[in-house]
């Protein structure tokens, strides 16, 4: 049979094959419908015009400057990100102390906020009334609708992820390995790189790859705070919108494509980090 | 001393990660809060008021709300069936597809927007059947809702399953053995232990499709009072430089998702309780 469908244990409720059948028939084509169905259109949207066509949308200075702002975007936002959730899993995780319930509810706020929301927050402070417009005039420096408010956007909607996989992972794992290192005579710099690192490291992994994946694919906030000048303050996403919405699906699709491919290596490396951090 | 701030505690770096802490959240989140929370305050009441009751801004709060309660409702029916056959059955490419679930936490959501307006638009691989029999997909309330169940699937779906996985199937068996068909066992043990864990996920999808963006001004088509949602009226408002609409808009949507995740830790506190 082409097609098999079981019971995963046999024990406990056990529906029978007809139903199981349907079960997963349903399941499948929904899944099919609503996800695989897009991320197939992408693909061959992208290349529908030839190989040489999608080498053009992607090569072009326009696009090639949106990538280089996308990966700049990620190379600070994901490494400060990095940082900040590592210290704040550490003071979270291993103590207990007033106020830390106030952290962990600040640290879910991006999950809670619109990501238009996010974006114009940071336009009240640097934008052309903005609060703080007055320091960054002084320093003769452009927040709105230049690189830094990218970058600050992109890191106000990915710094939970870090912090958020570590508090949870470090929290059950509790500090027994780290109070036996320190009494034995070790610094809490060796601790950390010998003990607690080790332990961690698929959730870091895990942690990291999301944040990135959310850094580079930002789009709502971003698009607030960028003011979408071509070849400045262009990030992938936002030069894939600016191509759709001129009609020029084939080179929209193809710098799409970059980003769906992305997502697939995202998701590859996501459930290699998942079943390791199982084990 | 009487009052502590910290537990006692031989781990080193309290000091320098809490710090550290406390001022990335301070200049990150809390500063932009305060512009935001300043610039409500800046408003009279009135204004306010007007801001968030004009027909268009109520047109879009219905319709946001609206087509984020329709699509979390699907993404709740769904998704505890997929989490039941990912997490009860086996069968081939069961770990592609529960890998594929996470998609749109990885897809940017812009690219999402793109790829279902082309599937959805009249001359798109469904939008053109679904046009022939007269149902028009895109650039209506059905496409802003379907771009939401791709969004919010993953929250329900990953929410419930590891409960179902880690459900006691001794339970299961004694209420079989006792005489209980299939479907009673189901109603009666299964649901009523995976409930909590369905409302928690079917709040996170709620909360995400009321903000999302991306996804949604593609298929949108973005009709003032038709087809523009708050997220959108709010981008509206601040290219126009009306900071003191958007600010209106903002801290009602904002109020909104506070109350939402406060109830999904009293969801969250209420199952822990109850499954111990």
């Known amino acids: 049979m082409l097609f098999f ?43 529908r015009q030839g190989m040489t066509l999608w080498w053009q949308s992607i090569s072009e200075p326009e696009a090639l400057h949106a990538l280089k702002l996308t990966l700049l975007t990620a190379a600070v936002a994901v490494p400060a990100n990095t940082i900040f959730g590592l210290a704040a899993a550490w003071c979270l995780a291993k103590f207990r102390f007033f106020g830390r319930n106030i952290i962990i509810t600040l640290i879910d706020l991006p999950f809670a906020v ?44 990915t710094f939970p992820f870090v912090a958020r996989e570590l508090t949870g992972l470090m929290t059950q794992q509790g500090s027994q390995a780290e109070q036996a290192a320190l009494s034995l005579g070790a610094s809490g710099w060796q601790t950390f790189w010998h003990i607690t690192l080790p332990d961690i490291k698929w959730g870091l992994l895990y942690g990291i790859i999301l944040c990135n994946a959310r850094a580079m694919g930002e789009f709502g906030a971003v698009s607030v705070v960028s003011g979408h000048i071509r070849g400045k303050t262009n990030t992938l996403p936002l030069h894939a919108e600016i191509l759709y919405n001129e009609y020029n699906f084939s080179a929209a699709f193809a710098v799409a494509s970059l980003l769906a491919f992305l997502a697939l290596v995202t998701l590859v490396i996501k459930s290699i980090a998942e079943r390791r951090k199982k084990r | ?29 809390l500063l932009p809060l305060a512009a935001l929370t300043l610039s409500a305050l800046q408003m009279t009441w009135p204004e306010f008021w007007s801001a968030i009751s004009s027909q268009r801004a109520i047109r879009s709060f219905a319709l946001t709300f609206g087509t984020s309660f329709i699509a979390a409702v699907i993404n709740t029916i769904f998704g505890l069936l997929i989490a039941w056959c990912l997490s009860r059955m086996s069968f081939p ?31 798109g691989i469904l939008g053109e059947p679904l046009a022939r029999l007269g149902i028009k997909v895109a650039y209506t ?30 339970l299961e068996e004694a209420a079989l053995g006792l005489g209980a068909s299939n479907w009673q066992t189901f109603s009666k043990v299964i649901f009523p232990l995976v409930l909590p864990s369905l409302l928690t996920g079917f709040t996170l999808a709620f909360a995400r499709n009321l903000g999302e963006y991306g996804s949604v001004v593609f ?58």
């Open chain 1, 5 to 47: 469908v079981q019971n995963k244990y046999n024990k406990g409720l056990m529906p029978p094959a007809w139903l199981n059948w349907t079960l997963v028939v349903i399941s499948l084509t929904f899944l099919a419908v609503f996800l695989l169905l897009p991320l197939v259109i992408i693909f061959t949207e992208a290349f």
């Open chain 1, 114 to 157: 619109s990501p238009i929301i996010a974006g114009m927050l940071f336009v009240l402070l640097f934008g052309a009334r903005g609060y703080l417009r007055g320091i960054t005039d002084s320093l003769d420096l452009q927040i709105i609708f230049a690189v830094p408010g990218i970058i600050l956007a992109t890191m106000f909607i």
């Open chain 2, 1 to 29: 001393m009487k009052y502590q701030f910290k537990q006692y505690n031989i781990l080193p770096g309290f000091g320098l990660t809490l710090g550290y802490t406390v001022v990335y959240l301070g200049l990150l989140v």
């Open chain 2, 93 to 123: 490419g069961r770990k592609i597809i529960d890998a594929m679930i996470d998609l749109p936490f990885a897809l940017p959501t812009a690219i999402s927007g793109i790829a279902l307006t082309a599937v959805y638009a009249p001359n």
């Open chain 2, 141 to 170: 309330p059905i496409g802003i809702i379907i771009a939401m169940i791709l969004v919010g699937l993953p929250f329900v779906v990953r929410t419930v399953q590891p409960v179902l996985a880690e459900l006691e199937r001794e």
């Open chain 2, 219 to 276: 298929i949108a088509g973005n009709m003032p009072m038709k087809t523009e949602i708050t997220s959108l009226l709010i981008v509206t408002h601040l290219e126009q430089y009306d900071y003191a609409g958007a600010t209106a808009l903002a801290s009602a949507m904002l109020i909104i998702s506070f109350v939402l995740l406060l109830t999904i830790n009293l969801l969250q506190t209420w199952s822990g309780r109850r499954l111990k």
